[in-house]
């Protein structure tokens, strides 16, 4: 896990409050100072996602498929895989055409992620075309759908 959270706080500042969910394999090897606790909020790895959504601006995410969910939000999304080398070629591979059909280009390192943050640099048309392509479906009315083509 390569996260400097002071350096978080430096370049974002009093405006900014992290909502941190590690996923439940990393959950113990992070380690938030005592002096960030009012800038890093962390919570549980078996706490639900999807109130986090509602209440964020941004997501930033590694190769987990919450994206999917949130791009439905229309607010930025921000890739950070520092290990992307190694993960599409040696661990598991992709299913999508990383990174072309992302909603936002991956940052490989810190510096490039919060520079996109700070500098707020993010392609909503992007987002448009990944959401056209993959959450057309999610208009409010896929139970409807569902009910209509088992029950008839």
């Known amino acids: 896990m390569q996260l400097d959270f002071a350096k978080w706080y430096d370049l974002l500042g009093d ?6 969910k590690p996923h439940y394999l990393i ?9 960030l606790s009012h800038f890093v909020r962390t919570l549980p790895a078996t706490s639900d ?3 986090l959504y509602l209440m ?5 995410t590694d190769y987990s498929s919450v994206f999917f969910d949130y791009a439905n939000l ?5 890739f ?11 661990l598991r591979g992709f299913y999508l055409n990383i990174p072309e059909e992302l909603p936002h280009n991956i ?16 392609d909503i048309q992007r987002l448009v075309t990944f959401n056209k ?8 009315k896929a139970s409807q759908r569902v009910i209509k083509e088992v029950f008839g």
């Open 15 to 20: 405006t900014h409050v992290v909502i941190f």
């Open 74 to 78: 229309n607010r930025p999304i921000y």
């Open 80 to 90: 950070y895989m520092p290990d992307f080398e190694s993960y599409k070629d040696q």
């Open 133 to 140: 392509k993959f959450n057309h479906l999610q208009d409010g």
């Open 56 to 60: 964020s601006d941004c997501l930033v």
């Open 49 to 51: 996602i999807n109130d």
């Open 27 to 35: 959950s113990n090897q992070v380690d938030i100072p005592e002096n």
């Open 107 to 122: 940052c490989q390192t810190e510096d490039e992620l919060l520079r996109d943050i700070v500098s707020k640099e993010f």
